[in-house]
């Protein structure tokens, strides 16, 4: 069983930061890639970053620069460092891990990120 934990979330003043945390645990053998993706109310979910087990990283357009995705592969963690919030970063954030041999996707439990104006 594997389960995927998050932490971080709250609301912030725009132009504040917050970090992201993620933690898989459980019969782990490998993990490959992880990220975060985001939903807004009445809003599809989208991908906000992601990051391969060599630390390739991938972005959207709308947090380059601002937004930092990294991993701690001794603790099977993610985190996403999150600066210069907007109001429209408002969103329940979820974080998302590739697990196994047999690749298998978990996701997190989401997260509320709120940036008040």
């Known amino acids: 069983q594997v389960q995927l934990v998050e932490s971080g979330g709250g609301l912030v003043q725009a132009g504040g930061s917050l970090r992201l945390s993620c933690a898989a645990s459980g019969s782990i053998v490998s993990i490959s890639a992880m990220g975060w993706y985001r939903q807004a109310p009445g809003k599809q979910r989208e991908l906000v970053a992601a990051?391969?087990?060599?630390?390739?990283?991938n972005y959207a357009d709308s947090v380059k620069g601002r937004f930092t995705i990294s991993r701690d592969n001794a603790k099977n963690t993610v985190y996403l460092q999150m600066n210069s919030l907007k109001p429209e970063d408002t969103a329940v954030y979820y974080c998302y891990s590739v697990i196994g041999l047999v690749p298998r996707l978990y996701w997190g439990q989401g997260t509320q990120v709120t940036a008040s104006s």
């Open positions: 990051i391969t087990s060599g630390g390739s990283t």
